[in-house]
Nanobody
């Protein structure tokens, strides 16, 4: 079972930025070979939804709602997945989860005030 630790959530005003990171317990080699990893979010009363994914070849997919505002990246040497969130909106408020090799982190809360 892969252990995942997320960080970077918090309270920010509308228009602000946050940077989320997650690290894993896997080896750097296993991390580098992991094809798809990504960030998901779950707002109160809603289902968990995809935010962004990235493959081992750096191909990315974004939800329409975050396209142009969020950037996903991975650092294989550090075993780290990052989500840079800019121009945040109140509707981005949610618990954000990192997913690597089908394992989930505990989530980190992002709250955007209007």
């Amino acid at each position: 079972q892969v252990q995942i630790a997320e960080s970077g959530g918090g309270l920010v005003q509308s228009g602000g930025s946050l940077r989320l990171s997650c690290t894993t317990s896997t080896s750097a080699l296993v991390f580098a070979l992991t094809d798809v990893m990504g960030w998901y979010r779950q707002a109160p009363g809603k289902q968990r939804e995809l935010v962004a994914t990235i493959t081992h070849t750096r191909n990315t997919v974004y939800a329409d709602s975050v396209l142009g505002r969020f950037t996903i990246s991975r650092d294989n040497a550090k075993k780290m997945l990052t989500l840079q969130m800019d121009s945040l909106k109140p509707e981005d408020t949610a618990v954000y989860y990192c997913n690597v090799d089908s394992s989930w982190g505990q989530g980190t809360l992002v709250t955007v005030s209007s």
